[in-house]
């Protein structure tokens, strides 16, 4: 028989020569129980640092589990399935698999007492939650994960606890107070561990957090952290470059803040010496009109008529002054904001640049196709600006003008001229920006579906866009095409398609009423109603 230490010694050398799975069967002793934390920080190094199983390892793992004694090595296992299950979910059983392994690595943590690995088992429960949905059990793994880490060295792990906690305040919109603290917690002890990107990502958030409240100031100290830490964790410029934007808009959005607070207080300061130079201007009349008694009713009664009629005078003019004040301010605004629109637009054009850019240093078709649906629903939001800062009103949008500006937007980007034809029948009526944007997403979502998916051979395919204004407000939008249909198992309400989700929850937005239909073709409708008393 061997020695405790020797077997060890050969199980080490087993595991590095043919792998993880295949050296435990072989070697588990039933003696073996690790109840200690003082001896794991070496194989949590490990743990770390290895690789995320494959689908062949996840099964063959699967089968040996009844076979693993209770030890180390088995949560290791249990916790590398349940990670594999949380990432290649694609529906609830999966999750629901991931959460059984995480709970069997947890039960067998603390039955060893191990605080380290109880704490990386709260934290995978936790953001298996957080897929579910679940936003209380989210909270309460994240607690419990940062009670059990708090009395360990791992110091990310704790960081990455108090992450998930600060996700459970923000799904369930906590006050502001309570997002701050857990994130600034994750934030201090990544600066801590040196996990410079880690620190970044919260320091960003962090931002985002006081920009949501106009705290600019604060939002552009953090930022500017999430920038130092982004350089020593050595990314990338072109990854720098949409956070510096951001930067720079804040910087912006600060200054104005600050000049309006100015604009306003010189306009209380003007206001308070106007009052005081009335004041004493009355005070004056009042002591001329008390040595005037003495003169005589009748010259008294002159002089002051005299000089009321000079107090009407400067106080016409002093209105007439502040009416033309006031009609440059209204201009100088309405000139800010159409450059806010333009300068908005610019800045999507930037982005739009940037993802075509990125699009030559890939080889992957489904990354390149994501890329091109982003540029395509940027370019959608980019011509709402466009055409607000190039029109009158600077609030409503022609619905005609920018459904055939965007149709032909989209005829160029997937060149279907010659292949595809779209049919266009849209009424002449204006919506707002927050109608606008929805209907233009969804219609940019609906067309560019139909052209990928509907006509696999790219012949006779024929798109008909509907928009119409009813009455009592209603309005219809209808993009149907001739082509292939949906799968028999489409599930329209269960779909894990960004592009579905997306249209469903822009549909949402405006309270829209959508619906998928597949009858020699496919068909989508979106019904809403919009009220322009309560437009805003």
């Known amino acids: 028989m061997l020695s405790n230490k020797h077997r060890i010694i050969l199980l080490l050398l087993v595991w590095f020569t043919f792998g993880e799975i295949n050296a435990l069967p072989f070697f588990e002793n039933k003696n073996q129980v690790e109840t200690a934390d003082k001896n794991l920080p070496d194989l949590e190094n490990n743990f770390d640092n290895e690789p995320p199983y494959t689908e062949q390892q996840v099964r063959k793992a699967e089968r040996l589990l009844n076979g693993l004694q209770g030890n180390i090595n088995k949560i290791k296992i249990l916790l590398k399935i349940s990670?594999?299950?949380?990432?290649?979910?694609?529906?609830?059983?999966?999750?629901?698999?991931?959460?059984?392994?995480?709970?069997?690595?947890?039960?067998?943590?603390?039955?060893?007492?191990?605080?380290?690995?109880?704490?990386?088992?709260?934290?995978?429960?936790?953001?298996?939650?957080?897929?579910?949905?679940?936003?209380?059990?989210?909270?309460?793994?994240?607690?419990?994960?940062?009670?059990?880490?708090?009395?360990t060295n791992q110091t990310d792990d704790l960081g990455e606890a108090w992450v998930m906690l600060w996700s459970a305040k923000m799904r369930t919109d906590a006050p502001i107070e309570e997002r701050l603290v857990p994130i600034f917690k994750a934030a201090s002890l990544f600066e801590k561990s040196k996990n410079n990107q880690r620190s970044g990502d919260c320091y960003r958030e962090i931002s985002e957090l006081y920009f949501s409240i106009s705290d600019f100031h604060n939002a552009l100290n953090a930022l500017k952290k999430a920038i130092f830490f982004y350089k020593a964790a050595n990314l990338k410029e072109t990854d720098i470059y949409p956070?510096?934007?951001?930067?720079n808009i804040i910087y912006e959005t600060e200054k104005k803040s600050m000049d309006i607070i100015k604009l306003k207080n010189k306009t209380l300061l003007q206001q308070s010496r106007l009052k005081n130079e009335v004041f004493l201007r009355n005070s004056m009349i009042i002591f001329v009109f008390l040595l005037l008694i003495i003169l005589g009713l009748l010259y008294k009664s002159f002089m002051f008529k005299k000089k009321t009629n000079k107090i009407l005078k400067t106080q016409q003019n002093e209105i007439n002054k502040?009416?033309?004040?006031?009609?440059?301010?209204?201009?100088?605004?309405?000139?800010?904001?159409?450059?806010?629109?333009?300068?908005?637009?610019?800045n999507l054009h930037m982005v739009v640049g940037l993802l075509a850019s990125q699009t030559e240093f890939l080889t992957n078709e489904e990354a390149v196709q994501a890329i091109n649906d982003s540029q395509n629903r940027i370019q959608a939001m980019s011509l709402i600006h466009q055409k607000l800062y190039q029109s009158e009103s600077l609030s409503i949008i022609d619905m005609p003008s920018y459904i055939f500006e965007l149709t032909e937007y989209l005829k160029d980007s997937f060149e279907i001229r010659n292949t595809i034809r779209i049919i266009l029948h849209i009424d002449s009526f204006n919506l707002p920006l927050s109608h606008s944007i929805p209907i233009g997403l969804i219609f940019n979502e609906a067309v560019t579906n139909a052209i990928k998916y509907a006509f696999p051979d790219h012949k006779n395919g024929v798109i008909t866009i509907a928009l119409k204004a009813e009455e009592n407000n209603k309005y219809t939008l209808i993009?149907?095409?001739?082509?292939?249909?949906?799968?028999?198992?489409?599930?329209?309400?269960?779909n894990p398609s960004l592009g579905i989700k997306l249209m469903h929850g822009l549909s949402a937005d405006i309270d829209g009423k959508f619906l998928i239909t597949s009858s020699n073709g496919t068909k989508i409708t979106l019904e809403f109603i919009f009220n322009e008393n309560n437009s805003n």
């Open 479 to 494: 993009i149907q095409d001739n082509g292939i249909g949906l799968p028999p198992d489409f599930d329209p309400y269960n």
């Open 322 to 346: 502040k009416n033309s004040a006031l009609q440059k301010m209204v201009v100088e605004k309405e000139w800010l904001l159409r450059e806010i629109h333009h300068r908005i637009k610019n």
């Open 243 to 247: 956070i510096s934007s951001r930067l």
């Open 83 to 151: 990670d594999w299950y949380e990432a290649s979910y694609n529906n609830p059983k999966t999750l629901e698999k991931a959460f059984q392994y995480a709970e069997q690595a947890l039960w067998i943590s603390q039955n060893i007492h191990s605080n380290i690995y109880s704490g990386k088992c709260y934290l995978q429960l936790s953001m298996v939650q957080e897929l579910r949905n679940n936003n209380p059990m989210i909270e309460t793994n994240a607690r419990k994960a940062i009670e059990v880490l708090s009395k």
